[in-house]
């Protein structure tokens, strides 16, 4: 029973692939590549959402020295 179960899902997976494409020679070089990509996506996404909060934190500062700067400059 475990060798026919066995068989049947080697079967199932042989036709999973063929039908995603990735039966081939250059299969494992076509999944080498979206692993590659995708990880450069991934970076690329927390290098831009780093960016954005330095660009958050660089305004709010600089709207806190300037409220500052103009506090001191209006007092007699």
Do not use: C, H, W
Not at 29 to 44: I, P, Q
């Amino acid at each position: 029973m475990e060798a026919m179960v066995e068989r049947a899902a080697e079967a199932g997976a042989k036709k999973a692939l063929r039908e995603a494409g990735l039966s081939d020679d250059s299969a494992t070089n076509d999944v080498r590549e979206l692993r590659n990509l995708l990880d450069s996506y991934r970076a690329a996404k927390k290098t831009f959402q780093r960016t954005i909060v330095q660009a958050i934190t660089t305004i709010f500062l600089g709207a806190l020295l300037a409220g500052a700067y103009f506090n001191f400059t209006d007092r007699p």
